[in-house]
């Protein structure tokens, strides 16, 4: 079997296991693949998958490379040595101080082929780095205990004898000046930084902060779930908003309208984290919503997203034409903008040229021109398009077609030789194409210019603790299961709860697509002004699943649970 071409070459670990016959090439690649989509590490899949257990990987990484190896149960966890290193690098590389011995520190890890974690203790400390070979399963668990708790950079907030809460404009102006002055604060400081680094180790995509009349609560969105993290003292409010406005380059004195801004977490040399910064006056103060943008999440791969392989190959058939258009379409948060990115990673090769125009570009990409749009100063996405096209481009992404005009300069770039992808709002693939009859483009345009739709959800993936259960084949049957499907050798999977999903189930989240090529007799019926359904039925006879369809397979393959599939899609 062809390695994938998309994948760096193997290497540490799995590079040795292959060689020693442990583990085939292509077993390690689909690890590595599986390990970067839920942000895990390779050994944590490896013992997820079977294909072998904490401790025997520990012994091999122990006889392979020469390192000692220890059984961490029985190492005194008060003789750690947990000041010996930044608590933020215990965290983001799993590994533990364990002693000194003059100018050198022992370090407990699972991965001794972690170069990037030693090289980061060594430069941190100053220190020589003596690898230790630890198992992973007992690993984890010291590595959360060493982690620093909410619960003591919250008592050291409160301690702080702070109060900002002022009546007429004289003493608000006070407290402006007041925040602008104690901004700095360290136990302010240093919460901020540990809520950023959390939420970037458990995968939210989204961190909230909501002040209320009586409390003050954060909350992360994990696999698209919103879970309540701390409630900090309601005094600190003001000195939490006035910090994230401070390095967000907002304006701390204007409360009374929302800000949109952009902040940026250097975690290494090799890793930036930047967000998306958005306040929004309310009764009781500002709520602070910052969106994560990790650039690995556009670097994963087609393969990672979650495709079927028929419609993996549709779509990437559609991008590889010349010109036209390929829409993506799905509510906020489904995953459009890390299609469409991974799309434009496809295409970015030195001979093309590549423009996009989005509102904000979310995640910089080497070789594209990305455009910020910006509605005050005159840029908007029809002025963004027409500069565009006077660029000599061969691929333009637009963000979002939100009007007629930015809909109909699209569609004809489309029609000029250009290749066009861009987002819509619309709850699956064969309601795009009305949606963009009822914005007033002509139905021939729409015809001879959009070459495929994909459509999407995310619905959250079950964790290696899974269960098999039993449901009433009625159930499965009024979900969208045909006889067929019932008589096949598989089984129904539901949730678990295990450390790692922290007892939810879930970990990590699956695409389900619903892709349609506008083939000539969707053409048709599009020239013919033909409803919704008319083309849904169309789309069905060309073999076009939609999005229960291919949310059922996922739940056949044990991906998904049932229920997710039904939250998240209408028969």
Same mark, same amino acid.
């Given at each position: 079997?062809?390695?994938?071409?998309?994948?760096?070459?193997?290497?540490?670990?799995a590079?040795?296991?292959?060689?020693?016959?442990?583990?085939?090439?292509?077993?390690?690649?689909?690890?590595?693949?599986q390990?970067?989509?839920?942000r895990?590490?390779?050994?944590?899949?490896?013992?997820?998958?079977?294909?072998?257990?904490?401790?025997?990987?520990?012994?091999?990484?122990?006889d392979?490379?020469g390192?000692?190896?220890?059984?961490? +149960?029985?190492?005194?966890?008060?003789?750690?040595q947990?000041?010996?290193?930044?608590?933020?690098?215990?965290?983001?590389?799993?590994?533990?101080?364990?002693?000194?011995? *003059?100018? $050198?520190?022992?370090v407990?890890?699972?991965?001794?082929?972690?170069?990037?974690? /030693?090289?980061?203790?060594?430069?941190?400390?100053?220190?020589?780095?003596?690898?230790?070979?630890?198992?992973e399963?007992?690993?984890?668990?010291?590595?959360?205990? =060493?982690?620093?708790?909410?619960?003591?950079?919250?008592?050291?907030?409160?301690?702080?004898?702070?109060?900002?809460?002022?009546?007429?404009?004289?003493?608000?102006?006070?407290?402006?000046?007041?925040?602008?002055?104690? !901004?700095?604060?360290?136990?302010?400081?240093?919460?901020?930084?540990?809520? @950023?680094?959390?939420?970037?180790n458990?995968?939210?995509?989204?961190?909230?902060?909501?002040?209320?009349?009586?409390?003050?609560r954060?909350?992360?969105?994990?696999?698209?779930?919103?879970?309540?993290?701390?409630?900090?003292?309601?005094?600190?409010?003001?000195?939490? +908003?006035?910090?994230?406005?401070?390095?967000?380059?907002?304006?701390?004195?204007?409360?009374?309208?929302?800000?949109?801004?952009?902040?940026?977490?250097?975690?290494?040399?090799?890793?930036?984290?930047?967000?998306?910064?958005?306040?929004?006056?309310?009764?009781?103060?500002?709520?602070?919503?910052?969106?994560?943008?990790?650039?690995?999440?556009?670097?994963?791969?087609?393969?990672? /997203?979650?495709?079927?392989?028929?419609?993996?190959?549709? /779509?990437?058939?559609?991008?590889?034409?010349? #010109?036209?258009?390929?829409?993506?379409?799905?509510?906020?948060?489904?995953?459009?903008?890390v299609? =469409?990115?991974?799309?434009?990673?496809?295409?970015?090769?030195?001979?093309i040229?590549?423009?996009?125009?989005?509102?904000?570009?979310?995640?910089?990409?080497?070789?594209?021109?990305?455009?910020?749009?910006?509605?005050?100063?005159?840029?908007?996405?029809?002025?963004? @398009?027409?500069?565009?096209?006077?660029?000599?481009?061969?691929?333009?992404?637009?963000?979002?077609?939100?009007?007629?005009?930015?809909?109909?300069?699209?569609?004809?770039?489309?029609?000029?030789?250009?290749?066009? =992808?861009?987002?819509?709002?619309?709850?699956?693939?064969?309601?795009?194409?009305?949606?963009?009859?009822?914005? *007033?483009i002509?139905?021939?345009?729409?015809?001879?210019?959009?070459?495929?739709?994909?459509?999407?959800?995310?619905? $959250?993936?079950l964790?290696?603790?899974?269960?098999?259960?039993?449901?009433?084949?009625?159930?499965?049957l009024?979900? *969208?299961?045909?006889?067929?499907?019932?008589?096949? *050798?598989?089984?129904?999977?539901?949730?678990?709860?295990?450390?790692?999903?922290?007892?939810?189930? #879930?970990?990590? $989240?699956?695409?389900?697509?619903?892709?349609?090529p506008?083939?000539?007799?969707?053409?048709?019926?599009?020239?013919?002004?033909?409803?919704?359904?008319?083309?849904?039925?169309?789309? +069905?006879?060309?073999?076009?699943?939609?999005?229960?369809?291919?949310?059922?397979?996922? !739940?056949?393959?044990?991906?998904?649970?049932?229920?997710?599939? @039904?939250?998240?899609?209408? /028969?």
């Open positions: 079997m062809a390695a994938n071409p998309q994948s760096a070459p193997l290497s540490g670990l590079r040795a296991l292959v060689q020693a016959g442990r583990l085939k090439e292509a077993e390690a690649e689909s690890l590595l693949t390990a970067a989509a839920s895990t590490s390779f050994i944590e899949q490896m013992i997820a998958a079977k294909k072998a257990s904490a401790l025997e990987i520990a012994r091999f990484a122990a392979t490379f390192f000692p190896l220890l059984d961490l +149960a029985a190492f005194d966890e008060a003789h750690l947990q000041n010996a290193i930044d608590r933020k690098l215990i965290a983001t590389h799993r590994v533990i101080p364990l002693y000194k011995r *003059g100018n $050198r520190l022992a407990a890890t699972a991965d001794p082929t972690n170069l990037r974690a /030693l090289d980061e203790i060594r430069f941190q400390t100053g220190m020589a780095v003596d690898p230790v070979v630890v198992e399963n007992k690993l984890a668990p010291v590595v959360a205990k =060493l982690s620093e708790s909410t619960e003591d950079t919250l008592k050291s907030l409160a301690s702080d004898d702070i109060n900002l809460e002022f009546t007429d404009d004289d003493a608000q102006a006070k407290a402006d000046e007041a925040s602008t002055v104690e !901004v700095d604060d360290a136990p302010v400081v240093r919460f901020i930084q540990k809520m @950023l680094l959390d939420a970037i458990d995968g939210a995509s989204d961190i909230h902060f909501e002040p209320y009349e009586k409390s003050y954060i909350r992360f969105r994990v696999d698209g779930v919103l879970r309540e993290i701390a409630s900090p003292p309601l005094v600190i409010k003001e000195k939490i +908003a006035s910090r994230i406005k401070v390095i967000s380059r907002l304006n701390i004195a204007e409360k009374r309208v929302p800000q949109d801004g952009r902040m940026k977490l250097v975690l290494s040399k090799s890793r930036t984290i930047d967000f998306r910064v958005s306040t929004l006056p309310t009764l009781y103060g500002e709520k602070i919503v910052l969106r994560i943008l990790d650039p690995s999440s556009a670097q994963l791969g087609i393969e990672a /997203l979650g495709y079927d392989p028929d419609q993996k190959a549709l /779509l990437l058939d559609a991008i590889q034409r010349p #010109y036209g258009m390929v829409l993506v379409t799905g509510p906020t948060g489904s995953g459009k903008t299609s =469409l990115y991974t799309c434009i990673n496809i295409l970015n090769e030195p001979g040229n590549i423009s996009t125009a989005e509102d904000p570009a979310e995640i910089p990409l080497p070789g594209i021109n990305q455009v910020n749009i910006d509605d005050r100063s005159g840029l908007s996405f029809p002025v963004a @398009l027409k500069a565009f096209l006077r660029q000599d481009p061969d691929i333009i992404m637009v963000g979002e077609i939100r009007d007629l005009e930015t809909a109909e300069i699209s569609i004809k770039a489309a029609q000029t030789g250009h290749m066009v =992808l861009s987002t819509l709002h619309t709850n699956d693939a064969p309601s795009t194409l009305t949606r963009l009859m009822n914005m *007033g002509p139905t021939f345009n729409i015809a001879s210019s959009i070459l495929l739709i994909t459509a999407q959800r995310l619905a $959250r993936r964790c290696n603790c899974k269960q098999p259960i039993d449901v009433p084949v009625e159930t499965l009024n979900a *969208g299961f045909s006889e067929a499907d019932l008589d096949g *050798g598989w089984t129904l999977y539901g949730p678990g709860a295990c450390d790692r999903c922290k007892g939810s189930g #879930y970990k990590g $989240r699956v695409g389900i697509y619903q892709v349609m506008v083939t000539e007799d969707i053409q048709r019926i599009i020239m013919a002004n033909g409803s919704e359904i008319d083309i849904a039925e169309q789309a +069905a006879k060309n073999g076009v699943r939609d999005l229960r369809q291919s949310g059922l397979i996922k !739940v056949k393959q044990g991906l998904t649970s049932l229920e997710e599939v @039904l939250a998240t899609t209408n /028969l």
